[in-house]
C-alpha cells in the first residue's frame, strides 16, 4: 500500500491483512509491540482541524515502530504568509519526510497525488467526506467482539450528514460484505443517506434499535451546522441520544461505539459509559495497533 487515501480504493483482503497486522502489534498486558523496525522512516503530520485521538496515535504508532515524527504547525509556517499546500508538502519532503499524515478541511488528496507521486499520503480525516483509518479501527474492534463481524444488523445513528466517519465506515461495510444496515437521527441531518438503496432509514429511533448487534453512535458536529442549521438540542435528546432505556430494544449482547469525542449527554447518556457493551475505549486503543499497521504497510511497500 503506497497511501491511504480511502477506503474504496481497498479490497477486502486488503482490510482483513491490515486488521490481522494491527492485532500482531497488541500484546496481551494491553501495551503495543515497539520494535525499532523502520528507523529510516520520517513521518509528518499536517492537521488543518483539531484531533485528540488520530494525530496522537498516529505519533505513538510511528515512534513505536522507529520511525521519527515531525508534527508540523500549520498554524506557526509559511502558509500564514499564503505559501500553498503543495509547495509546502513538496518543500517538506524535500527535508526528507516520506509520509505525511494530513488532516484537511476540504477534499485534497486527489491534486496532491498527482502533483507529488513520490510521497506518501495518508488521509487522516477529510472535512465531511472521509476518515478511513477510523473506519479500519472500528472494522478491527468489530473483529474483537464479534465471532461474525460481517453479518451483523448495525444502527449508525446521529450527524450523519456532517460525519467523514459515516462515509468510510458504511463504504467500508460495502467492502466487507455487511448487508443489514440501518441509519437514524433528525432527519435534516440525514438528508445524504434518505433514500440510498443499501440503508433503511428510520426516524424512529425505537424501530431502528430494536434487535440490533452494533450501534455506532456519531457526534453532533456542532461546529460543522453553523450557519446552516440549528440543532435543538433537548429535542435531539429526546428523540435521538442513546440511553439505558433504550439498549434494551438491541440484541442483549449488543455492541456500543462511537469514534469519539463523545458529547455526552448528548448523543449519549452519561450512564452507557461504563456498560460492558460500550468499547469505546477499545477503539481508541486498537487505534494505535491499526495505524502501526497502516504505517508498516505503507514503509513496507
Ligand atoms: N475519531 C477522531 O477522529 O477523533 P479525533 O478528532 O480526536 O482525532
Redesign the pocket.
Known amino acids: 500500500m503506497k497511501s491511504l487515501i480511502n477506503i474504496e480504493f481497498l479490497t477486502k483482503k486488503q482490510i482483513t491483512n491490515l486488521v490481522d497486522l494491527a492485532n500482531n502489534f497488541k500484546l496481551s498486558d494491553g501495551t503495543f509491540v515497539q520494535e525499532s523496525i523502520y528507523p529510516d522512516k520520517t513521518v509528518g503530520a499536517l492537521f488543518f482541524e ?6 496522537l496515535s498516529f505519533e505513538i504508532a510511528a515512534l513505536n515502530l522507529g520511525a521519527r515524527f515531525i508534527d508540523f504547525d500549520c498554524s506557526q509556517s509559511s502558509l500564514k504568509k499564503g505559501e500553498s499546500i503543495k509547495d509546502t508538502i513538496e518543500t517538506i519532503s524535500l527535508m526528507g519526510v516520506d509520509t505525511l499524515i494530513i488532516r484537511s478541511k476540504e477534499e485534497l488528496f486527489e491534486d496532491l497525488i498527482n502533483d507529488l507521486p513520490n510521497i506518501n499520503f495518508i488521509n487522516a ?1 477529510q472535512g465531511i467526506l472521509s ?1 478511513p483509518s ?1 473506519a479500519l479501527t472500528d472494522y478491527m474492534t468489530m473483529n474483537e467482539f464479534s465471532k461474525s463481524p460481517d453479518n451483523l444488523d448495525i444502527l449508525v445513528v446521529g450527524d450523519l450528514d456532517h460525519s467523514r ?1 459515516a462515509n468510510s465506515f458504511l463504504e467500508l461495510l460495502k467492502i466487507t460484505g455487511s448487508k443489514r444496515i440501518r441509519l437514524s437521527g433528525i432527519p435534516e441531518l440525514c438528508s445524504k443517506y434518505m433514500d440510498h438503496q443499501q440503508f433503511e432509514y428510520f426516524d424512529n429511533l425505537s424501530e431502528a434499535i430494536s434487535n440490533v448487534d452494533l450501534i455506532m453512535a456519531l457526534r453532533i458536529q456542532n461546529e460543522r451546522l453553523e450557519n446552516t442549521l440549528s440543532i435543538n438540542h433537548k429535542d435531539y435528546v429526546k428523540s435521538y441520544q442513546i440511553t439505558l432505556d433504550n439498549l434494551q430494544l438491541a440484541k442483549k449482547d449488543f455492541l456500543l461505539f462511537h ?3 463523545v458529547n455526552w449527554g448528548i448523543e449519549l447518556e452519561k450512564d452507557v459509559e461504563f456498560l460492558s457493551n460500550t468499547k469505546i475505549k477499545n477503539q481508541v486503543a486498537n487505534g494505535v495497533a491499526m495505524r502501526m499497521a497502516i504505517l508498516s504497510s505503507i514503509f513496507s511497500e
Open positions: 483539531p484531533s485528540t485521538r488520530t494525530k480525516g476518515h477510523q466517519v469514534p469519539g469525542p
